[in-house]
């Protein structure tokens, strides 16, 4: 998934390594009990939305240190927005792949996750969501979503997404991919990314949500590319079915090494599809609000070296490849490196 899954680290972004730290569900419900708490006893609608942000960006730390590093870079009104879009699409990605329940309990997890949203849409007030029992990051993505214009429409996709995680199916063709799946696990996230960080003066707004529209299917296609063989532990497989026939796969087993230089093939061919997809992205930067381009180009250079490594990989695909701290610094724009040892002693 891409915020393990889209921003699934963008998502997805998204996904956090295998072994690295994550909240039970039993600790997201405490953390969310406190944070209601706090939220209730505010003074202010502003006041509770900062309380909610600072809780959302310990979860964007926790889970994703890629994208916590070029929110770094954003400016601090739409940092804390982005902070808030990144919570309520981590939440249902850990139901879906984190939290040790069956299907039929993810399934409705999910489905009490949507109706909470629903009823968030008909509760004006930060506030009142809050004091209606509306979870506080559904809470606050909904203010993020009525201060920037979001479409009510994008976060159903998102969770449509995240139900076909629950009941995967196989996908024919990468047409099918991102039509079917990468469209709503990390397309629409780019679109609220795009609501947030706005167009320039100089290109149409339809011009920022296809260069958004780029980049999240390049990100999510590289968190797939990474993770071919624990997503098919998961009983996923988005390596599409055509692609591997003309390898001479009928019926794809990561696990067996006789399969691995075909997978590998395939791997690398779906590789250059995203790096032309990065490329874009990279050349229509200039379409966002001045504000947010240090953060999107950060984005883009960390994650595609990260799919430049996964396309050059000599090693097996059962290996999890990464960016190093040191690569990321030296992709990363020098005269904003004191930004990130500030952000993660939490000024």
Same mark, same amino acid.
């Not at 939220?39 to 916590?68: C, D, G, H, M, Q």
């Not at 995240?162 to 799946?181: A, G, N, Q, W």
């Not at 706005?198 to 390049?218: K, M, N, P, V, Y």
């Given at each position: 998934?891409?915020?393990?899954?889209?921003?699934?680290?963008?998502c997805? *972004?998204?996904? /956090?390594?295998p072994?690295?730290?994550?909240?039970?569900?039993?600790e997201w419900?405490t953390?969310?009990?406190?944070?209601?708490?706090?939220?209730?006893?505010?003074?202010?609608?502003a006041?509770?939305?900062?309380? /909610?942000?600072? $809780?959302a960006? !310990?979860?964007?730390?926790? %889970?994703?240190?890629?994208?916590f590093?070029v929110?770094?870079?954003? #400016?601090p009104a739409?940092?804390?927005?982005?902070e808030?879009?990144y919570?309520?699409?981590?939440?249902?990605?850990?139901?879906?792949?984190?939290?040790?329940?069956?299907?039929?309990e993810?399934?409705a997890?999910?489905?009490a996750w949507?109706?909470?949203?629903e009823r968030?849409l008909?509760?004006q007030?930060?506030r009142?969501?809050v004091v209606?029992?509306?979870?506080?990051? /559904?809470?606050?993505?909904v203010?993020?979503m009525?201060? !920037?214009g979001? #479409?009510?429409? %994008?976060y159903?996709a998102?969770?449509?997404?995240?139900?076909l995680?629950?009941?995967?199916r196989?996908?024919?063709?990468?047409?099918d991919?991102i039509d079917?799946?990468?469209?709503?696990?990390?397309v &629409?996230?780019?679109?609220?990314l795009? %609501?947030?960080?706005?167009?320039?003066?100089?290109a149409?707004f339809?011009?920022?949500l296809e *260069?958004?529209?780029?980049l999240?299917?390049?990100l999510?296609?590289?968190?797939f590319?990474r993770?071919?063989?624990?997503?098919?532990?998961?009983g996923?497989q988005?390596?599409?079915?055509?692609?591997?026939a003309?390898?001479g796969?009928? $019926?794809?087993?990561?696990?067996?090494? =006789?399969?691995?230089?075909a997978?590998?093939?395939?791997?690398?061919?779906?590789?250059? &599809?995203?790096?032309?997809?990065?490329?874009?992205?990279?050349?229509?930067?200039? !379409?966002?609000? #001045?504000?947010?381009?240090?953060?999107?180009?950060?984005?883009?250079? &960390?994650?595609?070296?990260? =799919?430049?490594?996964?396309?050059?990989?000599?090693?097996?695909i059962?290996?999890?490849?990464?960016? #190093?701290?040191?690569?990321?610094?030296r &992709?990363?724009?020098?005269?904003?490196?004191w930004?990130?040892p500030?952000?993660?002693?939490?000024?």
């Amino acid at each position: 998934m891409m915020v393990s899954s889209g921003m699934h680290e963008l998502c997805n *972004s998204l996904r /956090i390594a295998p072994g690295a730290e994550c909240w039970s569900e039993a600790e997201w419900e405490t953390r969310d009990s406190a944070l209601r708490v706090a939220v209730l006893a505010s003074r202010s609608e502003a006041e509770a939305f900062r309380l /909610i942000a600072r $809780e959302a960006r !310990t979860v964007l730390k926790t %889970y994703s240190s890629n994208f916590f590093t070029v929110t770094r870079f954003l #400016p601090p009104a739409k940092r804390v927005q982005v902070e808030a879009i990144y919570a309520a699409v981590r939440y249902p990605d850990e139901i879906v792949d984190t939290f040790p329940i069956v299907a039929i309990e993810k399934s409705a997890r999910l489905a009490a996750w949507r109706a909470q949203y629903e009823r968030a849409l008909e509760i004006q007030g930060l506030r009142a969501m809050v004091v209606a029992g509306v979870p506080c990051f /559904i809470a606050g993505f909904v203010q993020v979503m009525r201060d !920037t214009g979001i #479409p009510a429409e %994008y976060y159903r996709a998102f969770l449509n997404a995240m139900v076909l995680d629950v009941h995967p199916r196989k996908f024919e063709t990468m047409d099918d991919l991102i039509d079917s799946y990468i469209y709503g696990s990390a397309v &629409v996230v780019g679109y609220f990314l795009a %609501y947030v960080y706005g167009a320039s003066h100089t290109a149409t707004f339809a011009d920022t949500l296809e *260069s958004a529209r780029r980049l999240g299917i390049a990100l999510q296609l590289t968190n797939f590319l990474r993770d071919v063989a624990e997503d098919q532990r998961r009983g996923r497989q988005y390596l599409p079915l055509d692609l591997l026939a003309n390898q001479g796969i009928h $019926e794809m087993d990561a696990t067996n090494p =006789n399969q691995h230089s075909a997978i590998a093939r395939v791997v690398k061919e779906m590789c250059m &599809v995203a790096a032309g997809h990065y490329a874009y992205a990279a050349s229509t930067v200039d !379409t966002f609000s #001045p504000d947010s381009r240090t953060a999107i180009r950060a984005c883009i250079d &960390v994650y595609g070296e990260l =799919n430049e490594r996964i396309l050059h990989s000599s090693r097996s695909i059962t290996h999890r490849e990464s960016v #190093p701290l040191s690569q990321k610094l030296r &992709v990363l724009p020098a005269s904003k490196y004191w930004r990130i040892p500030l952000a993660y002693l939490g000024w």
